[in-house]
């Protein structure tokens, strides 16, 4: 059985790592550097960077803060925000990621995914996909685009079969509602995207306990985490051994 992996994201606003509640109302933590390397050298299995104010202020991420993170975090990485070209996910990758995020831009323009996909592969192309329950969308779950900010009618459901059949490897579910809340990840919503693709999802927003990902680990072939470990109420270690003891397929350093 393959083992659930257990990611550590990092939303970065002006060069600093930040956290909200449903995408609003955040507060700067730290240096993001320092961060992921506290985190590699915990154990946790991949990173995820965010520069979670690009496409409001259309422009591109930070490739300064990726190389420095390069230097000294030795797991795979995925970083996202302003994605808009194949050259520029390039320059992510020639930065050290091993995965792009894109998000807005692509629902804006959705052959960006397979224009990535077709020059360096699908295992590169992960689409964020920021989504809220709603009335809008016959699945009841509507996609969100410019970090949560502007609903654009599209059904969830739609969306992550359309990203896959482009090229899409990956799919991260972002949960707004959820996230930040530390009541527990949308279960629901994120059981009804996984079960329509076949390529491994990523259950994103909530998580308060281990126990919060152990539950959504049987809807999801990864589960991010941010508020628990950011705010050190959990380490990786205590969580990857709660995991274990739940009889689920977890990777220990």
Same mark, same amino acid.
Not at 72 to 90: D, I, Y
Not at 98 to 127: H, M, W, Y
Not at 156 to 170: H, I, K, S, Y
């Given at each position: 059985?393959?083992?659930?992996?257990?990611?550590?994201?990092?939303?970065?606003?002006?060069?600093?790592?930040?956290?909200?509640?449903?995408?609003?109302?955040?507060?700067?933590?730290?240096?993001?550097?320092?961060?992921?390397?506290?985190?590699?050298?915990?154990?946790?299995?991949e990173l995820v960077f965010y520069d979670i104010t690009a496409s409001v202020e259309r422009r591109t991420l930070f490739i300064d803060v990726l190389e420095k993170i390069t230097?000294?975090?030795?797991?795979?990485?995925?970083?996202?925000?302003?994605?808009?070209?194949?050259?520029?996910?390039?320059?992510?990758?020639?930065?050290?990621?091993?995965?792009?995020?894109?998000?807005? #831009?692509? !629902?804006?323009? +959705?052959?960006?995914?397979?224009?990535? =996909?077709?020059?360096?592969?699908?295992?590169?192309? &992960? *689409? $964020?996909?920021?989504?809220?329950?709603?009335?809008?969308?016959?699945?009841?779950?509507?996609?969100?685009?410019?970090?949560?900010?502007?609903?654009?009618?599209?059904?969830?459901?739609?969306?992550?079969?359309?990203?896959?059949?482009?090229?899409?490897?990956?799919?991260?579910?972002?949960?707004?509602?959820?996230?930040?809340?530390?009541?527990?990840?949308?279960?629901?919503?994120?059981?009804?995207?996984? #079960?329509? !693709?076949?390529? +491994?999802?990523?259950?994103?927003?909530? =998580?308060?306990?281990?126990?919060?990902?152990?539950? &959504? *680990? $049987?809807?999801?072939?990864?589960?991010?985490?941010?508020?628990?470990?950011?705010?050190?109420?959990?380490?990786?270690?205590?969580?990857?051994?709660?995991?274990?003891?739940?009889?689920?397929?977890?990777?220990?350093?």
């Amino acid at each position: 059985m393959l083992c659930k992996r257990l990611i550590v994201c990092l939303d970065v606003r002006d060069g600093k790592t930040t956290k909200g509640v449903k995408f609003q109302d955040n507060q700067d933590l730290g240096d993001p550097v320092s961060m992921a390397k506290k985190y590699y050298e915990m154990g946790v299995d991949e990173l995820v960077f965010y520069d979670i104010t690009a496409s409001v202020e259309r422009r591109t991420l930070f490739i300064d803060v990726l190389e420095k993170i390069t230097r000294q975090v030795f797991v795979p990485f995925c970083a996202g925000g302003g994605v808009a070209s194949v050259e520029f996910a390039r320059r992510i990758l020639l930065a050290g990621a091993e995965k792009v995020s894109v998000n807005t #831009q692509a !629902v804006q323009n +959705p052959q960006l995914i397979g224009d990535i =996909a077709r020059r360096f592969g699908s295992q590169c192309v &992960v *689409l $964020g996909m920021d989504v809220a329950r709603s009335n809008a969308t016959s699945s009841g779950i509507e996609v969100y685009t410019h970090g949560g900010r502007k609903a654009t009618g599209i059904d969830a459901l739609e969306w992550a079969g359309r990203a896959e059949e482009l090229g899409a490897g990956e799919i991260v579910i972002n949960s707004i509602d959820a996230d930040g809340t530390k009541d527990g990840y949308d279960c629901e919503v994120t059981q009804k995207i996984n #079960q329509r !693709v076949t390529i +491994p999802t990523v259950a994103s927003g909530g =998580a308060g306990n281990a126990q919060h990902i152990v539950d &959504v *680990l $049987g809807h999801a072939n990864a589960a991010l985490v941010a508020s628990i470990v950011h705010y050190g109420t959990h380490s990786i270690p205590q969580i990857k051994r709660y995991i274990l003891e739940k009889d689920i397929p977890v990777r220990m350093s």
